[in-house]
């Protein structure tokens, strides 16, 4: 991607984060048009200012003014970046203001220092047991037994209903029809402690809602009134959307509640009480993190890993590269690790950088998505991130299908081939860490969607930043079935911000006849699973300037669901795209917690829709105006 680094030093680089957002001017209001290819709109890219706050952005620091000793083998004395990720922020950040390290931290803002705090840490300052539930007024006035997840409706993980991640819920088990979807209202809310974003989709199981916040805690509340069961505290920030599931061998423990946190760590937690059954370290490299949510199947949690090595990887301190991407298979019950399948083969020294740090490949293949499990094809379908490094293998923005039982990988489909993206190899600070070609950077950030279409076939069906929808048949080893373009390029250079960050990011929703994606341009498209014929594309009318719709969709019969970084929580109508109902989140909520909280942007994840209500999470503050702390809970009346 091409960014004017030159002006920013500490921009936020990783991929799939919206900060990438092209802010837009002049943009015309436009209501359900079909956009040929003539129509692109006018849109000028801005280079992205602002640093995120919260747990995202201090790698680059950390990679540009401490891996000269922190990570280097001839400065043994100073303790691995890894030993430094387990210190609280406050320890870190007080070596940097008064303590050992207060030569280096000195020629960091104190801005800077608190975001290398935060980062490596996994979570801000002061953050320590600041949200329990213990603390909160509406804690529940009793705590009865939870009823069997399987037996009621639910939305579980990522994907609501099974694990084709369709995000597709029944009426039944929406409770609600589209005629009621007009009648949503606001239920109560629920303020995040101390929270800068909700990344953490809700899960509703058995009357409660679960669901983790950026400061690291997980809570369960009760979906009817919102009161509280109980709060945990992870080591670090979450960003997974939770999944219920039953164990065994666990004593008087029938269900647990399966988390991962941002340095990659797994939990199980029980689902009655809270208390940890264990936790499970899946990745041991130092930025490893998880930012999408495990899937449990059948006695087993299937767990994505990603990193945030490429920020600033281009820095000459930066030992570039060496991770890579996996899926890992845990015992459900135990958090015994079965398998760990790599996207990229293991990373080995190539060539010494003009410092004299060695480099390596290969490295990338992020997993940013939740595993799909193919129960008839016994595989676990993931999307990749790109390669950092090169040669870039071929298995980098690609579909990847792994055994089930044994991690394999069984077959792949690359969508993009050569993708080695390092942050700051554009512009002036490109340094000879950097590929020949930096980017395009087209990680797939979305869960293959696997869908049985009426005729008997399947489809595995992904989205692309730079706007295109694939499917593959799962059937012939991932051949391609089609590929459509559902947003023109923008005019002019094809790896512009605009033209690379036109498209899908985080999911769509399928029912067995469309694929729904709302796309980062404002908007959202529907497609033919069977041809890939694209039936409506719907651009809303009072779009606000951050008007992108690249959270995941959400469907249930004959109504899908878009949020924006705009705050706006819309539905359509699936069969014309009309817009049946629009809720805007970007303001203050009173809560049942009685903290202050609002809504504001809403991206990555989409609404839970579970036993007649809807959930969803407001915040993102990673894009620059959109920090939020709310989850939102709605029914028809
Ligand atoms: C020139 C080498 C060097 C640089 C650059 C450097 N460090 Fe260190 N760091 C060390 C050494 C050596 C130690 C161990 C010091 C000791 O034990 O007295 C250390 C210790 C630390 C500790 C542990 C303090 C504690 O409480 O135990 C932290 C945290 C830390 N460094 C963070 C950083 C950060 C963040 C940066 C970049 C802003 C940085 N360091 C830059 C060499 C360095």
């Given at each position: ?10 921009m ?69 970046p ?7 922020p ?8 008064n ?88 239920k ?99 930025i ?22 490429e ?85 980098t ?41 930096n ?10 969607i ?31 079935l089609?590929?459509v ?106 809560t ?29 503050a ?16």
């Amino acid at each position: 991607m091409k960014k004017s680094i030159g002006v920013v030093t500490l921009m936020v680089g990783l991929s799939l984060f919206a900060i990438r957002t092209a802010r837009t001017q002049g943009q015309a209001p436009e209501t359900t048009t079909k956009p040929s290819a003539a129509q692109a709109p006018a849109k000028t890219p801005e280079p992205a200012t602002v640093t995120a706050p919260g747990t995202e952005s201090g790698i680059a620091i950390f990679q540009q003014h401490c891996m000269s000793c922190h990570g280097n083998a001839n400065v043994p004395q100073a303790p691995a970046p890894s030993a430094i990720r387990e210190m609280t922020p406050e320890r870190i950040y007080d070596a940097l203001t008064n303590g050992t390290m207060k030569a280096y931290g000195a020629s960091l803002t104190d801005d800077q220092r608190r975001m290398t705090a935060t980062f490596l840490s996994g979570r801000p300052l002061g953050s320590l047991q600041q949200g329990d539930a213990k603390d909160m007024p509406n804690r529940c006035p009793s705590n009865p037994s939870m009823a069997d997840p399987a037996a009621g409706p639910a939305w579980n993980g990522w994907s609501g209903a099974g694990v084709s991640n369709a995000r597709f819920q029944s009426a039944q088990a929406a409770g609600m029809t589209a005629a009621d979807v007009p009648k949503l209202k606001l239920k109560w809310a629920f303020g995040y402690p101390n929270g800068l974003s909700a990344f953490s989709q809700p899960a509703v199981v058995s009357g409660r809602v679960f669901v983790g916040t950026d400061i690291g805690y997980v809570y369960s509340l009760d979906a009817k009134t919102g009161c509280v069961y109980w709060s945990y505290q992870t080591k670090g920030s979450m960003r997974t959307a939770p999944s219920v599931a039953p164990v065994s061998g666990r004593g008087a423990t029938k269900y647990a509640v399966y988390v991962g946190d941002i340095h990659a760590n797994v939990y199980a937690l029980d689902a009655q009480d809270g208390h940890l059954l264990w936790t499970a370290h899946v990745d041991d490299h130092f930025i490893a993190r998880i930012t999408a949510a495990p899937t449990a199947y059948n006695g087993r949690v299937y767990v994505p890993v990603s990193t945030s090595e490429e920020y600033q990887a281009s820095s000459l301190d930066y030992p570039c590269c060496t991770f890579r991407g996996s899926v890992v298979a845990l015992d459900g019950s135990t958090g015994e690790r079965i398998w760990k399948g790599y996207v990229v083969g293991e990373p080995k020294p190539t060539r010494k950088n003009s410092k004299g740090v060695q480099l390596y490949a290969p490295s990338g293949g992020s997993v940013w998505n939740s595993p799909t499990i193919d129960v008839q094809r016994n595989a676990v379908y993931v999307g990749t991130g790109d390669g950092q490094t090169q040669p870039v293998p071929d298995t980098t923005d690609a579909i990847v299908a792994f055994d089930l039982d044994t991690g394999k990988i069984k077959w792949f489909y690359q969508v993009q081939a050569g993708d080695a993206y390092i942050g700051g190899c554009n512009g002036p600070t490109r340094t000879d860490n950097c590929p020949e070609v930096n980017g395009p950077d087209l990680d797939i950030g979305n869960s293959p969607i696997l869908r049985t279409l009426p005729d008997g076939k399947s489809v595995v069906v992904v989205g692309t930043k730079d706007a295109y929808i694939v499917a593959v048949d799962p059937d012939r080893n991932g051949a391609l079935l089609w590929k459509v373009n559902v947003v023109p390029a923008p005019p002019g250079d094809p790896n512009s911000m605009m033209a690379i960050t036109r498209g899908i990011f985080w999911g769509g929703a399928a029912d067995d006849r469309d694929v729904f994606y709302g796309v980062q341009s404002g908007g959202m498209v529907a497609v033919d699973l069977a041809t890939g014929r694209r039936r409506w594309y719907t651009k809303f009318a009072n779009a606000g300037p951050y008007a992108s719709n690249s959270a995941a969709a959400t469907a249930m019969p004959g109504v899908v669901f878009v949020a924006g970084s705009d705050g706006k929580l819309r539905a359509l109508s699936t069969t014309d795209g009309s817009v049946l109902w629009e809720y805007d989140t970007a303001r203050p909520f009173e809560t049942v917690n009685k903290i202050q909280a609002k809504g504001g942007a809403i991206n990555s994840i989409g609404p839970s829709i579970a036993g007649g209500m809807l959930f969803v999470g407001s915040g993102y503050a990673v894009v620059g105006t959109g920090t939020g702390n709310v989850l939102l809970a709605f029914a028809a009346e």
